[in-house]
């Protein structure tokens, strides 16, 4: 197989900082489009990822990056779905087994196959090859698993839309938040800022969880109908029994019962972000109220496609902070630290 050699930024080894090296992307095989990366948005899980905090030995040099967004420069012979010119996205993986149950019905990201759904980096792909991200110029992927990207969403805020939107989205739709439903977003983060927005543009009634209300005019702007700090006891009790569908993205531990008893009787309360510890979930609270407590992680490929066809009708984007690639690390830290509005994204022509 021949390859290309193209710029990246990646990370050398477990916990180095980034840095600008060359990767290896396959030529287009028969069914490949060829990408031109416009930007590449910065999730959680990439930091997570190159810092080899997810318990995995990893592959290194490492260059992440699941929110992709950019321009088909060449087609191979069998591609039927784009055309050089077309605007289209990347997201959390590349390819999956296509066989079992879950990949027939569109639901690729929960392959059972042997192959599993490849990430989109650190991944083994079909080939043998370890899959490399978008904080690069270019990347080559099967046309079954590229996005169309509406033109009345501007690529760099497109680009999240690729994991942080498709992780609300889904269980929004799943969960049927829309008008007469009261649904609450805990955390105004990357993932939580999408959440109000579309559970907004649904039709639903929005409350934001969070932390304080340092971020409450943000929240008011993007469409909550209501925002209360979770550090102030009073709000637990004041929105008891509230609520029909709670979307939780905190990463941290939270005190789940708490949250549970946020619940009208029958509401489900979705996990999208993954705390490190296991919680302890009072059963009793489940039983006398009926409610469910479930787990949700992003979309498949015919709800990804949805989710953006959705945002372009509602003129949706991520708020972004559009940076250079040499200000990666630095908004590593900044991540970190929950000091972004609402989502950085790389400028590739910058790498
Ligand atoms: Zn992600
Ligand atoms: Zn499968």
Redesign the pocket.
């Given at each position: 197989m021949t390859h290309t050699t193209v710029p990246a930024y990646a990370a050398p080894s477990a916990k180095a900082p980034l840095e600008r090296i060359t990767i290896q992307r396959r030529e287009p095989g028969e069914h490949d489009v060829l990408i031109e990366i416009k930007y590449a948005g910065i999730c959680h899980s990439d930091i997570h990822t190159v810092r080899g905090e997810w318990g995995d030995d990893g592959h290194f040099p490492l260059a992440p990056g699941h929110e992709i967004a950019g321009v088909v420069t060449a087609t191979g012979s069998g591609v039927t779905r784009y055309q050089v010119g077309d605007r289209v996205g990347v997201g959390c993986f590349v390819d999956?087994?296509?066989?079992?149950d879950?990949?027939k019905a569109g639901l690729?990201q929960y392959?059972?196959?042997e192959?599993?759904?490849v990430g989109t980096y650190g991944a083994t792909g079909r080939d043998g090859e370890i899959t490399q991200g978008g904080y690069s110029t270019h990347v080559v992927v099967d046309e079954n698993y590229v996005l169309r990207i509406p033109d009345s969403i501007p690529l760099d805020r497109a680009a999240p839309l690729l994991c942080a939107g498709i992780t609300l989205y889904s269980p929004l739709a799943h969960w049927q938040a829309g008008p007469g439903k009261k649904v609450a977003i805990v955390g105004l983060g990357g993932l939580g800022h999408m959440g109000v927005k579309i559970a907004h543009a649904m039709g639903a009634e929005v409350t934001v969880l969070s932390q304080s209300l340092r971020k409450q005019a943000d929240g008011l702007r993007l469409g909550a109908d209501h925002f209360y700090a979770t550090s102030d006891p009073a709000t637990f009790a004041e929105l008891a029994g509230g609520f029909d569908l709670i979307v939780n993205t905190v990463s941290a531990d939270v005190d789940i019962n708490a949250y549970l008893g946020l619940l009208k009787s029958g509401g489900t309360l979705v996990q999208v972000g993954a705390p490190e510890n296991p919680q302890q979930v009072a059963s009793f609270a489940l039983i006398t109220r009926r409610l469910s407590l479930a787990g949700s992680m992003i979309g498949g490929i015919p709800e990804t496609q949805e989710m953006l066809d959705f945002c372009g009708e509602h003129g949706i984007g991520a708020d972004i902070e559009l940076i250079r690639a040499e200000q990666i690390n630095e908004a590593y830290e900044r991540v970190l630290a929950s000091d972004v509005r609402y989502r950085f994204v790389i400028d590739a022509a910058t790498i």
């Amino acid at each position: 197989m021949t390859h290309t050699t193209v710029p990246a930024y990646a990370a050398p080894s477990a916990k180095a900082p980034l840095e600008r090296i060359t990767i290896q992307r396959r030529e287009p095989g028969e069914h490949d489009v060829l990408i031109e990366i416009k930007y590449a948005g910065i999730c959680h899980s990439d930091i997570h990822t190159v810092r080899g905090e997810w318990g995995d030995d990893g592959h290194f040099p490492l260059a992440p990056g699941h929110e992709i967004a950019g321009v088909v420069t060449a087609t191979g012979s069998g591609v039927t779905r784009y055309q050089v010119g077309d605007r289209v996205g990347v997201g959390c993986f590349v390819d999956s087994c296509r066989e079992c149950d879950n990949c027939k019905a569109g639901l690729q990201q929960y392959c059972t196959g042997e192959l599993g759904n490849v990430g989109t980096y650190g991944a083994t792909g079909r080939d043998g090859e370890i899959t490399q991200g978008g904080y690069s110029t270019h990347v080559v992927v099967d046309e079954n698993y590229v996005l169309r990207i509406p033109d009345s969403i501007p690529l760099d805020r497109a680009a999240p839309l690729l994991c942080a939107g498709i992780t609300l989205y889904s269980p929004l739709a799943h969960w049927q938040a829309g008008p007469g439903k009261k649904v609450a977003i805990v955390g105004l983060g990357g993932l939580g800022h999408m959440g109000v927005k579309i559970a907004h543009a649904m039709g639903a009634e929005v409350t934001v969880l969070s932390q304080s209300l340092r971020k409450q005019a943000d929240g008011l702007r993007l469409g909550a109908d209501h925002f209360y700090a979770t550090s102030d006891p009073a709000t637990f009790a004041e929105l008891a029994g509230g609520f029909d569908l709670i979307v939780n993205t905190v990463s941290a531990d939270v005190d789940i019962n708490a949250y549970l008893g946020l619940l009208k009787s029958g509401g489900t309360l979705v996990q999208v972000g993954a705390p490190e510890n296991p919680q302890q979930v009072a059963s009793f609270a489940l039983i006398t109220r009926r409610l469910s407590l479930a787990g949700s992680m992003i979309g498949g490929i015919p709800e990804t496609q949805e989710m953006l066809d959705f945002c372009g009708e509602h003129g949706i984007g991520a708020d972004i902070e559009l940076i250079r690639a040499e200000q990666i690390n630095e908004a590593y830290e900044r991540v970190l630290a929950s000091d972004v509005r609402y989502r950085f994204v790389i400028d590739a022509a910058t790498i």
